[in-house]
């Protein structure tokens, strides 16, 4: 228990710290500005919602997984890599802090910052609920589901971002290893690699897929092994953040 409390003790400091980095720069307000402001253009004007005749959430919650792809990587970026890049990472792993209380400090950071950007978007449900009689609890179902996903989309850039010096460098291949599982359960790809490997393979590309863990929330129904997978994702990455960061401590 207390191996447990020394590991996990520095969590709430470090929290606070990253949460302060956030909110005493610019960077959490123009993120969230930037983010809800292309959501909302893509929900209003490249879905046609109003051209749908039908009151739900649908092309709101279908461009989760894209803007995801490119907004949190942004956002995890600086997580470690300005850390690096401004050398306070050697004092920060020469202290007496536990390795997952500094993982999880930072990553529950950046997670509460995109937890707000969804909490803002509430009006557009307060809307599709003023213009007809949407299933709500589907809705929540699917708010419930993207935030599990968007937790997973900032474990790719935390654990990236602890590898290199540049935050720009941690965005670009945050976003492509993003991409590949994102686009792992796109129509497209899977068509054409069913057509090449067979029907078997596509089923098994398709299952490391976000796309495909968050189509069933966008319908309504809750599959435990898209909450699983979800949560099993982020415990994996985390991990390897974890590995990654403790190389410079261990230097």
């Known amino acids: 228990m207390n191996y447990l409390r ?5 969590f709430m400091p470090v929290f ?3 949460i302060g980095a956030y909110y005493s720069t610019p960077m959490a307000y123009v993120f969230l500005a930037v983010f809800l402001l292309a959501l909302g253009m893509f ?15 649908t ?9 995801y792809m490119i907004f949190l990587p942004a956002l995890a970026m600086r997580l470690w890599a300005d850390e690096t890049s401004a050398g306070t990472d050697e004092l920060l792993l020469s202290l007496p802090l536990g390795m997952p209380g500094l993982v999880l400090g930072k990553l529950l950071a ?21 213009l007809g009689e949407p299933d709500n609890a589907a809705i929540i179902l699917t708010y419930f589901v993207s935030f599990l996903m968007a937790g997973s989309y900032l474990s790719i ?37 069913k057509s090449i490997f067979g029907a078997g393979f596509a089923d098994l590309v398709a299952q490391f897929s976000f796309l ?7 319908r309504g129904v809750l599959e435990f092994r898209a909450v699983l997978f979800f949560l099993g994702f982020m415990a994996l990455w985390t991990i390897l953040n974890g590995l990654w960061a403790s190389r410079h401590r261990l230097g």
């Open 6 to 10: 020394q590991q996990l003790g520095s």
């Open 16 to 18: 606070r710290r990253e």
């Open 43 to 57: 929900t209003w004007e490249a879905s046609g919602f109003f051209d749908t005749g039908t009151a739900d959430l």
């Open 59 to 67: 092309p709101f919650f279908v461009w989760h997984p894209w803007l």
């Open 110 to 130: 950046a997670w509460s910052v995109a937890g707000v950007g969804l909490l803002l978007t509430f009006p557009m449900w307060i809307t599709v609920n003023f």
């Open 157 to 193: 850039g935390a654990a990236v971002s602890a590898l290199t010096r540049s935050q720009v460098t941690a965005f670009v291949i945050s976003v492509v290893i993003a991409f590949i599982f994102t686009a792992a359960g796109w129509p497209l790809v899977l068509s054409g690699v």
């Open 212 to 218: 495909s863990h968050f189509e069933a929330a966008q």
